[in-house]
């Protein structure tokens, strides 16, 4: 299914509207967008996204769904960006103390495994935005990359620690594996299982080299 694409007049600028400075309407009409997103995703995976029936969907203008999010790229990176930021109550760990960096990053990857395996349809579309994302669409690769590195430095160390360089490597190592691993089992090229056991020697090996470098 084709869409038209908003004439020179209307068409949006390539930053669209970035979260952090929109005002409280524009940030609940942006919900009300990657929500519709989501819901659409869960119905047909990455192809059942069609900009028109979101903002149908989402109760706004096609063209004002292009100033947000200019293209379908765009919409599905914000809104893994938002389904990460909101899995963090859901997936961190609750520390007890005693475990070390490494079980407690690998036991928060293995709680988003088990969230984004619920709905393979939702995590089929997210994942193939971020495949398909070039890099005029860096706002939203930012936003992800961000969320990715809360999670995992957050889990590996505590939510007081502040992230410096290496720290930003580290994450930045691990997440790019997992992207890579959950792309492999929405081909069915690899189970959950399999991503799991990639998971625990990627975060393994990693942070024995991030303690070592520290001593």
């Known amino acids: 299914m084709s869409e038209a694409v908003p004439s020179a007049a209307a068409s949006p600028s ?7 400075t929109a005002t409280p309407s524009q940030q609940a009409r942006r919900e009300r967008m990657l929500t ?3 819901a ?3 119905r047909g995976g ?3 996204v069609q ?12 063209g004002t769904l292009y100033r947000y999010f200019p293209s379908k790229v765009h919409l599905l990176a914000s809104a893994l960006a938002r389904h990460l930021s909101g899995l963090r109550e859901a997936v961190l760990p609750a520390p007890t103390g005693f475990e070390d960096p490494a079980t407690r990053v690998l036991a928060m990857m293995n709680r988003m495994v088990d969230e984004l395996s619920r709905d393979r349809l939702v995590a089929e579309a997210l994942i193939q935005a971020m495949t398909l994302a070039s890099a005029t669409i860096g706002t939203e690769i930012d936003d992800v990359d961000e969320a990715m590195i809360g999670l995992i430095g957050v889990a590996a160390f505590g939510p ?6 290496r720290d930003k490597l580290i994450t930045n190592i691990i997440g ?6 959950l792309r492999y089992w929405l081909g069915d090229r690899m189970t959950l299982d399999g991503v799991r056991a990639s998971l625990a020697d990627t975060v393994t090996v990693v942070l024995a080299g991030q303690q070592a470098l520290s001593r």
């Open 176 to 181: 790019k594996v997992f992207l890579s691993d």
């Open 14 to 20: 390539p930053k669209g509207v970035p979260a952090a």
């Open 46 to 48: 990455y192809d059942e």
């Open 40 to 42: 659409l995703a869960s």
């Open 160 to 165: 007081d620690h502040v992230i410096d360089e």
């Open 36 to 38: 519709a997103a989501l």
């Open 51 to 62: 900009m028109r029936e979101v903002a149908e969907q989402a109760g706004v203008a096609l």
